[in-house]
């Protein structure tokens, strides 16, 4: 039996993780992104697999594979990550009552109630007035993105002979062919893994689904000295109003009304605040949401501050330099889905619409679905 093959296109997360994929079930595959590297969302990002943001079932289970899987290719691909866990920080008693909420509702993910004193002891960076304590979970990792889209097409090009083709912009598929100009490929299974370019490939399809872009805008801090670390990444309490899992905390709707009443400018674009720490000591700080088809190219510095202002109420650090600003743009399914599978002609798949759970989900995703073999329907899944 001749060996199979996979033509891949895109090569951020998404397309990264079917490639693996592919090439762990033993096709022959090649990987087709238009640009020369990756610059998408994929490196745009805090670096942070995050199961604690998923509810219990299908979508944390699929978190933990993620995980499972990102450690296995960092270890063979020797790329930096750090196993820090998280760290949600209560400075106010309707947080700390979240906390003790969610605390006892994922009593089997073993998270930690920590006080005060056990908070500051886990992290030197936290701001200790008036602060009740935290929730305090050890499965989330943090690697650093630029890096590691980087390294992992090496890795999958040595260890599995997948082949990447940079520079090459697919401009129309019709099964079993790939086209790029006057470059033509062929392979037996197509995946599109095209993150937020919805008007290149299928653009009717795309206008029939419910899907926007989100622009999120983040910072990043110069290397701390004397190699001080931050300890597991930091988030602050409008976190707990901004991921699935924590909605099923009873009093997390009193906690978002008085958000809402203090904080309106901040709900208005989406904003939230967190912080992790790569190899270097530099600290990633974000970040916002906006949400629409077409987003302006420049980032908006009162944003950023808002960004900060918030930051300076849990969070302090050596060194507040911002070496970097920058935006980016990811693709987010308007009517709740997590994710997008569709095959929009036989022997093509379309794998999308993981919104800002790329990082985290990814791999779990690409996973399931090259092992399923098939997608079910012309429906999202």
């Not at 079932?57 to 270890?75: Q, T």
């Not at 073993?110 to 935290?134: H, I, R, W």
């Not at 490939?201 to 419910?210: C, D, G, N, Q, R």
């Given at each position: ?360 989900l990814s791999f779990g995703l690409c996973e399931q679905v090259i092992n399923a ?9």
């Amino acid at each position: 039996m001749s060996q199979r093959s996979a033509i891949v296109i895109g090569a951020g997360i998404v397309g990264l993780a079917a490639a693996r994929a592919l090439a762990v079930k033993g096709y022959a595959v090649k990987v087709i992104e238009r640009n020369e590297k990756a610059v998408g969302a994929s490196i745009r990002n805090f670096g942070m697999i995050w199961p604690i943001g998923q509810p219990d079932g299908e979508l944390y289970e699929r978190a933990m594979l993620s995980r499972r899987i990102w450690k296995e290719v960092c270890d063979s691909a020797g790329v930096w990550y750090d196993e820090v866990g998280s760290l949600h920080l209560a400075h106010r008693k309707d947080e700390w009552k979240v906390l003790e909420e969610l605390k006892e509702i994922y009593r089997h993910r073993n998270y930690k109630l920590l006080s005060a004193d056990e908070t500051m002891a886990k992290s030197p960076a936290v701001t200790e007035k008036n602060l009740a304590g935290s929730l305090y979970s050890p499965h989330e990792v943090v690697i650093d993105p630029r890096m590691a889209i980087a390294k992992i097409p090496v890795w999958l090009a040595e260890k599995y002979g997948v082949k990447f083709m940079w520079g090459k912009a697919v401009t129309d598929i019709c099964y079993p062919a790939v086209y790029m100009g006057n470059d033509v490929q062929e392979a037996d299974e197509i995946y599109v893994c095209s993150g937020a370019d919805f008007e290149t490939l299928y653009p009717e399809l795309y206008s029939t689904i419910p899907i926007t872009k989100c622009k999120l805008q983040m910072m990043r801090l110069t290397a701390q000295s004397g190699n001080w670390r931050i300890g597991p990444a930091l988030c602050g309490s409008l976190s707990l109003i901004h991921y699935t899992s924590f909605k099923a905390a009873p009093s997390l709707n009193l906690l978002k009304k008085r958000l809402e009443e203090e904080y309106p400018e901040y709900l208005q674009w989406g904003i939230h605040v967190m912080v992790s720490q790569n190899q270097l000591g530099e600290l990633t700080v974000g970040d916002s949401h906006e949400y629409g088809l077409t987003h302006d190219p420049f980032d908006k510095s009162h944003i950023n501050n808002l960004i900060l202002d918030y930051l300076d109420n849990f969070a302090r650090f050596k060194d507040n330099l911002i070496t970097e600003t920058w935006n980016g743009i990811y693709p987010k399914l308007t009517n709740g889905e997590n994710h997008l599978l569709l095959e929009p002609e036989s022997g093509v798949k379309i794998i999308n619409g993981l919104g800002g759970a790329g990082m985290t989900l990814s791999f779990g995703l690409c996973e399931q679905v090259i092992n399923a073999g098939k997608i079910l329907s012309n429906t999202l899944i």
